[in-house]
């Protein structure tokens, strides 16, 4: 697929014009983001005060996203009216892009009080969440512990003895080692 030259793209145009007593405003050409750098630079056509029933598209030659855009823009700046000789296409176009592109959503701003008081409710509830997981972990050691010590022939001194070797004794080099240059880097 070969881009479009930007110098054979035809321009894009809009201008009110008078239909049975009524406003209406006509678009053409290509709206795509070639043709639309030099209707953004033109001066707006559309008369001060004039009261604009629809937005006419059925000159439209091309539409891609960013001239989608500009169209709902101008319909927006027009007091939202309505959009009228679109082709299907075009009209999915539009449809898509007034959906996901246009208006994004601004969430509704809340109280500084409501805001302050939803942030404690969740900070507490996570905070008993939390809580409630260690002292589920802290009893599972006091059992086993009791289980231990009222039954000592479980506890496999050998195993343990192991355990403590490789996990402290071999350990002492490398921590010392680490902690030296953790020294090292928070002196320099």
Do not use: N
Request: glycine share 12%; net charge negative; charged share 20%.
């Amino acid at each position: 697929m070969v881009a479009a030259d930007p110098e054979d793209t035809p321009v894009a145009w809009y201008r009110p014009v008078e239909r049975d007593g009524a406003t209406i405003v006509a678009a053409g050409g290509d709206w795509t983001v070639f043709a639309l750098r030099d209707l953004l630079a033109a001066d707006d056509p559309l008369p001060a005060g004039a009261t604009v029933v629809a937005l006419d598209l059925a000159g439209l030659a091309g539409l891609d996203t960013a001239g989608a855009l500009e169209l709902l823009r101008l319909r927006e700046r027009l007091g939202g009216c309505a959009l009228t000789g679109a082709g299907a296409t075009h009209a999915q176009l539009l449809e898509f892009v007034g959906r996901h592109v246009a208006g994004p959503h601004v969430p509704a701003r809340r109280g500084w009080l409501r805001e302050f008081v939803e942030d404690v409710g969740e900070g507490f509830v996570a905070f008993l969440a939390q809580g409630g997981k260690l002292l589920a972990y802290f009893g599972e050691i006091l059992s086993v512990l009791a289980a231990g010590l009222l039954t000592p022939r479980r506890l496999r001194i050998d195993a343990v003895v192991a355990q403590m070797l490789e996990v402290w004794i071999r350990a002492m080099p490398i921590v010392g080692i680490l902690c030296f240059l953790i020294g090292v880097v928070t002196a320099y």
